[in-house]
């Protein structure tokens, strides 16, 4: 079951929020009244936009206001593999086998045992082939093509992700020593400095979350996923990940750099703008103020239209 299909299940109204964000479209002033239904639906209280505080509120903010169309480059899974090369090298990268404009394009007799499908636009269609001899075509089929059809800016309104040209990547299938699936290394980065680590582990079967402070000490907090019932281990290239997360994330108000440790080797995963949308809470919440009092929003440089002026 999809993770969008398990959400709505357990909220059933999401469902009517998203089809009112089909009508609410098409003006900032419309994206600001969406986003505070959503966000009273989601987290039970009312968004504060004019003087946000906490993590979840800031940013619904930089999803109306900072508007920098540089972002489209940096949330595009195939355009920001030129942005990573050019910043950190090409040896982050994992590997490209191909990309694709339609499904139907693509010549799995060309694709190796192992791969990796993705679309370019969205987040969560990721398809994972460890063994084309038993890979279902028509089912990875229908589930990109749906992917395909939908703008993931419509139902949240993150603004990276409107004006990204859908398109299929596929990438080297990774593992690690243990032959089993990777973690996530995701780093919070705040204006340009790496606060926090949320590791994810166990993601195709029971996804967990550990999060840390930068000097790794686990932080008694939980956000979309429960904690591992045991302490995730420092990866080795730790140290690397942080210091390749402050190049990425350089005059940057806020960003997530996520990466991977393969047998000690450091690969860059993607970057994203908007971690958990927003609309996810932490527990206990005064977690929310503390992540929040790290974004500095720069709500002095607003124009009329509430734009950031400096994006202008």
Avoid at 183 to 209: A, M, W
Wanted: hydrophobic content about 30%; some cysteine.
């Amino acid at each position: 079951m999809s993770e969008r299909l398990k959400r709505f299940r357990k909220e059933p109204g999401l469902y009517f929020i998203y089809a009112l964000g089909r009508i609410l479209y098409g003006s900032l002033w419309l994206d600001k009244i969406y986003l505070k239904i959503l966000f009273k639906h989601r987290m039970g209280k009312s968004l504060n936009l004019e003087n946000p505080k906490t993590y979840n509120e800031k940013i619904q903010w930089l999803k109306l206001y900072d508007r920098n169309p540089e972002y489209t480059l940096l949330a595009d899974k195939y355009e920001v593999r030129n942005y990573v090369a050019n910043t950190i090298g090409e040896e982050y990268i994992i590997p490209l086998l191909g990309v694709w404009d339609r499904f139907e394009d693509i010549d799995f007799n060309t694709l190796p045992n192992e791969f990796v499908l993705k679309c370019t636009h969205d987040s969560g269609s990721v398809i994972i082939c460890k063994d084309k001899n038993t890979f279902d075509v028509k089912e990875a089929g229908k589930k990109i093509k749906g992917c395909l059809k939908r703008n993931y800016f419509r139902n949240t309104r993150e603004w990276a992700y409107k004006n990204i040209k859908p398109r299929i990547i596929a990438e080297e299938y990774m593992a690690d020593e243990s032959g089993a699936e990777l973690k996530d290394y995701k780093f919070l980065c705040y204006h340009g400095q790496p606060k926090t680590v949320d590791i994810i582990s166990n993601r195709e079967s029971d996804p967990r979350s550990d999060i840390f402070d930068i000097n790794f000490k686990k932080l008694p907090v939980s956000n979309y996923y429960k904690n591992s019932e045991t302490r995730p281990h420092k990866p080795k290239g730790y140290e690397e990940m942080i210091e390749l997360s402050k190049k990425l994330s350089k005059d940057l108000i806020h960003v997530r750099c996520d990466f991977y440790d393969i047998n000690g080797k450091v690969y860059f995963g993607e970057i994203t703008f908007y971690q958990g949308s927003g609309l996810e809470k932490y527990v206990p919440y005064k977690y929310d103020i503390r992540f929040g009092n790290w974004i500095d929003l720069p709500l002095e440089r607003k124009n009329k239209k509430g734009q950031i002026l400096n994006n202008e």
